[in-house]
Nanobody, 124 residues
Framework: QVQLVESGGGLVQPGGSLRLSCAAS????????IGWFRQAPGKEREGVACITSSDGITYYADSVKGRFTISRDNAKNTVYLQMNSLKPDDTAVYYC?????????????????WGQGTQVTVSS
């Protein structure tokens, strides 16, 4: 059974850091594009970061570039999102997702499997 489980969310003050994890089971992440997405109340789901399955090329939304880093640990079949210098506007439910093929890896509709999400709240 294919499963993606996010963890690491929580409450953090502005300027703080969190590291989100996405653990995969039932398949090997080595052959998939992996994306992190987020959705705040009343807003559309948006792509935050993604990493390719081949050469490890990464993409970031302009709003998080320089603050967030996506990475993968193939041995652990896990993907991470390191989030630094967090802002209140980063508050959202964060989801990881995978796609076997993706011509537009920043688009949510390209992804086949999704985790249940983890809440990130940035507030003083």
């Amino acid at each position: 059974q294919v499963q993606l489980v996010e963890s690491g969310g929580g409450l953090v003050q502005p300027g703080g850091s969190l590291r989100l994890s996405c653990a995969a089971s039932g398949f090997n992440l080595d052959y998939y594009y992996i994306g992190w997405f987020r959705q705040a109340p009343g807003k559309e789901r948006e792509g935050v970061a993604c990493i390719t399955s081949s050469d490890g090329i990464t993409y970031y939304a302009d709003s998080v570039k320089g603050r967030f880093t996506i990475s993968r640990d193939n041995a652990k079949n896990t993907v991470y999102l390191q989030m630094n210098s967090l802002k209140p506007d980063d508050t959202a439910v964060y989801y990881c997702a995978v796609a076997r093929w993706a011509s537009l890896p920043r688009e949510p509709y390209e992804y086949n499997y999704w985790g249940q999400g983890t809440q990130v709240t940035v507030s003083s």
